[in-house]
């Protein structure tokens, strides 16, 4: 059994993931040594390695610890990685990096937010309505919370905010005293197999709330009457039948004005600096967890007022009166509708382009359909090949399989370069090009950067 008070040497195996970099960030500051490996230098292992963890690319045993007190590694790490095999072969703990935060959560009141798209967003607002507040948390977030620049942060207070992760079935590792499901769409079926199956795994999760817990769902959850727990809330967009949902929503260039209701309570005033309707829906799912939590109302409004969003989660990168540019992590068919949608509603009468990375060939086989009909919500739609991550290639699966399924026509498959070379074409002809967005899960951030420098030398 491994004791975490007695981990004084710690290594990831993939740990410029945004998951294995939170918990590295966790040992770090509880004093221990930390290292780790990832195949790509990143923003973010730069920056670890800038906080003093030490991190290399190369898949070499030669520059490994010899005999840390416990190895991590990711699920999406294969299981030949010559580290993985070097340290399964020696009397060394390894454990997934689910496991590791099972046992750091095991002692601690735990909000856990899952769900198939809205978790990272609605676990950062939580953790940062906390914080904001003075109520105190310690929080493990999928994403970088920009208010804080980073994706974890420790406090005495004994509460652990935390994203629970469906992959690989790793949030039933968890044990929630408030548990928040946001969506069980069909994903990960290399995984699953089947939707049924993802659901199914979501009800285990929601039986895993702990007695006189708090289980906060979506309004309208396929098969929510299954879960079992006996403390059970709902939240909605603007749905009046769920216990909690919001009404009066005003939009300003980009941000929203409204009030959140319960049958008992109401938080009038409420503003959302953060693009993206559903957005708005997300917060009100923080608002009710914070008010269950006894946080005052006006100390709620300013947390909200004050939350500057996440990274690649409707991101502004370029936010002017005839220009937009916005990034997002959107990977999944029903993430990109509602940041196309939004999109469009924020800023009615540009013309909207979007440059879309398929992630995985699994799931660009299983939702292609899906992908063509969210992508047509565009004017038009730059593809970039499909971003393989842990996959290899599947026969006659591939960005044009998602174009073909369109139906407005308007989709050109593309490099990052070309992809380029056509925005910079357009804004140098002044072609229509008012909203542009990059959505994906892979690299596609890496052209954000590029895009914008071409944005502002042609405004």
């Known amino acids: 059994m491994v004791e975490l008070k007695n981990i004084k040497n710690i290594y990831f195996i993939g740990i410029g993931g945004i998951g294995m970099s939170a918990l590295a960030r966790y040992f770090r500051f509880h004093g221990a040594e930390v290292g780790g490996y990832d195949k790509t230098a990143t923003d973010l292992t730069r920056q670890l390695e800038k906080e003093g963890i030490a991190v290399h690319y190369q898949e070499d045993i030669g520059l490994i610890p010899k005999s840390p007190d416990l190895v991590v590694f990711t699920p999406a790490v294969p299981g030949d990685h010559k580290e993985l095999s070097y340290y399964r072969n020696l009397e060394v703990p390894v454990l997934k990096r689910s496991d590791v935060l099972g046992l750091i959560t095991a002692g601690s009141f735990n909000i856990c937010v899952a769900g198939t798209h809205g978790k990272t967003t609605i676990t950062t607002m939580i953790a940062h309505i906390l914080r904001h507040s003075g109520y105190g948390c310690n929080a493990f977030l999928g994403g970088i919370a920009v208010n804080y620049d980073s994706n974890f942060w420790s406090d005495e207070k004994n509460v652990c905010v935390v994203e629970a992760d469906e992959y690989d079935r790793s949030f039933l590792k968890l044990n929630p005293d408030i548990a928040v499901i946001t969506a069980m769409?069909?994903?990960?079926?290399?995984?699953?197999?089947?939707?049924?199956?993802?659901?199914?795994?979501?009800?285990?999760?929601?039986?895993?709330?702990?007695?006189?817990?708090?289980?906060?769902?979506?309004?309208?959850?396929?098969?929510?009457?299954?879960?079992?727990?006996?403390?059970?809330?709902?939240?909605?967009?603007?749905?009046?039948?769920?216990?909690?949902?919001?009404?009066?929503?005003?939009?300003?260039?980009?941000?929203?004005?409204?009030?959140?209701?319960?049958?008992?309570?109401?938080?009038?005033?409420?503003?959302?600096?953060?693009?993206?309707?559903?957005?708005?829906?997300?917060?009100?799912?923080?608002?009710?967890?914070?008010?269950?939590?006894?946080?005052?109302?006006?100390?709620?409004k300013d947390a909200v007022a004050a939350f500057r969003g996440v990274k690649r989660r409707f991101e502004y990168i370029i936010k002017t009166s005839d220009r937009i540019l916005i990034d997002d992590y959107a990977h999944h068919p029903e993430e990109l509708k509602a940041l196309i949608s939004s999109a469009r509603t924020l800023f009615p009468g540009m013309n909207c382009t979007v440059i879309f990375q398929p992630h995985l060939y699994s799931r660009t086989r299983d939702l292609a359909d899906g992908f063509a009909k969210s992508l047509d919500l565009a004017d038009e739609v730059l593809l970039l090949p499909i971003y393989p991550a842990r996959e290899q290639p599947i026969e006659e699966v591939n960005s044009e399989m998602i174009a073909r399924r369109m139906k407005k026509g308007k989709a050109t498959v593309c490099s990052k370069n070309e992809a380029l070379a056509i925005v910079e074409d357009r804004i140098l002809y002044n072609d229509n090009l008012d909203l542009l967005i990059t959505a994906g899960a892979g690299d596609i951030d890496a052209l954000v950067g590029p895009l914008k420098k071409i944005i502002e030398k042609g405004h």
């Open 185 to 300: 769409d069909a994903d990960h079926l290399d995984i699953y197999g089947t939707a049924e199956a993802v659901q199914d795994a979501f009800i285990e999760f929601s039986g895993k709330l702990k007695p006189g817990g708090l289980l906060l769902s979506k309004f309208g959850l396929e098969r929510s009457r299954e879960f079992t727990a006996a403390g059970r809330q709902t939240y909605s967009l603007e749905n009046d039948s769920a216990d909690n949902f919001s009404q009066s929503i005003v939009i300003r260039h980009g941000s929203y004005q409204f009030d959140t209701l319960r049958k008992d309570w109401r938080l009038d005033g409420v503003e959302l600096n953060m693009g993206g309707m559903h957005n708005v829906e997300n917060v009100t799912a923080a608002i009710a967890v914070a008010h269950h939590l006894g946080i005052d109302n006006m100390k709620i």
